[in-house]
Structure formats: structure tokens, C-alpha cells
């Protein structure tokens, strides 16, 4: 696989939806949440690509405010994998330099894992060289409405002026407003849907739809994915000059 590290057109924020554990599995006769454990296995494999592929930020969909309309089995079962993941994780994501972040309403979620969630970023605090965002109970939607709810809090006690809000002001106050926007999202399992997921922070991303489901996307594939966006002319809304 060719190295992307010193290309200047690598994508320097990925963002993945990652889809189809749930038929992966089942095309085995297993249940959905043995595709979610083998899921779980990519996370690791696609994180330790980053470095060498240039990719600075990478920010994945691990659990939607749409998937608790899931059966309570799948629901508690993702739970626990969320859990067992990042007691498992946690040393190595530490010291391969990976600084982990979470975004996404706590709210909904048990003490034990939102405590988890809490010691890892704090553990990784002063990592570098990749910064790796879970999204769990994540929705663009309901993002921007906390966003504004706590926006028109700061305009209520007077310390913004609404005259002066523009999209940088409620920018500020989104999940991710240490991250920059991504440049390439990348949806697996052949559905060509973005899901709720980073609607206002991807405004100007790229997309790349893969047949592949989740638990067969390996590094090569992510690499190859990563790499065809160095091919890509982006314009923001200019005109090219
Ligand atoms: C979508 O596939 C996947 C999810 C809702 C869960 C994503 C979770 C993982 C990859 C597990 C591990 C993640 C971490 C961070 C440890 P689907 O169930 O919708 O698949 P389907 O469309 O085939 O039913």
C-alpha cells in the first residue's frame, strides 16, 4: 500500500459511518451482535492505520439517538461492548499516542460507561498523534439543538449579543468545536445515507460509499479509500481559478 504520510492532499479528518455488522452477521445465521463484536475488531485495525496514511482526526459512528429503537437486547448488548471496549482498549489506545474524545448526548447513557468515557479522555489527554472521536448516542439534529439551547442560554444572561451569532458563534457551541470539519466521510455496507451523522460539520466533506460491510472493511480498503480522495479537486462553493 502506497504511503500517503507526506501527501499534502490527504484527508485530515475522516469521519465513518460504520454499517452493516447487523447483516454481516446474519448472512452467518448469527446473531446481530456477534457482527457488532467483529465490528469492534476493525475499530482497532482502521485507528492503527491513521498514522502512516496521514490521517490526523478520525471520528466514528459507534451509536445514533435514532438506534435505542433497537430491541433491548441489541440495545444492552452494544452497551456492554461499548463497555468491554474501552476497558480493553484503553492501555493500547494510551500508548500508541491516541487521544480519545466522545460526542454525543451523556445524558441517556449508564454511570458506569459515561465514568469509562470520562477516565479515557482524561488518560489520553496529552496524546497527539491521532485524535480519534466515538460518537455515542449521536445526532446531528439533536447536537445542534443543544447547541442552540445553550447558545440562547449565553444570549439570555447577556453575554452574547444575538445581533452578533453567526455559524462560527453556534459553532463553538457544538460537540466538536475543538475538531476541525471532516474531509471525507466514508459510509460502508452500500447504503448511500449520511444518517444524522456530523450534518453541520460536513457541509463541505467528500463521500465515499463502500459495498463493504463493516466487519470485512480492513486497513488495505481503508488506505484505498483514503488515498482516491487524494484525487479529488475540492472547491468549497468557489470557482475554480
Ligand atoms: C451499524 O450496523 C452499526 C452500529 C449501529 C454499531 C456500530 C458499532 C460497532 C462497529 C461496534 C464497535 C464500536 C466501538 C467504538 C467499540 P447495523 O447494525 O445497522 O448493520 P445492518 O445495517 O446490517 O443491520
Redesign the pocket.
Known sequence: MPNAKDTPAAPRHVAI??????????SRGKP?LY???A??K??REVVEACPDLGVKYLT?????TE?WK?TQA?VSG?MK??RR??TK?AQSLFKNGVRVRFIGDRIKLDDTLVRMMDELELLTADNTKVHLT?A?NYGGRDEVARATKRLAREVAQGHIDPETVDAETLARFLDTYVLPDPDLVIRT?G?ARISNFLLWQSAYAEYEFVDT???DFTADEFGRVVHSFAGRKRRFGAVPG
Open positions: 459511518i460504520m454499517d452493516g455488522n447487523g447483516r454481516w452477521a446474519q446481530r457482527g457488532h463484536h465490528g469492534a476493525r475499530v466514528i459512528f459507534a451509536f445514533s438506534n433497537r441489541e452494544l461492548l461499548f471496549y474501552l482498549e466515538i455515542l455496507s447504503e460491510l463493516w466487519p
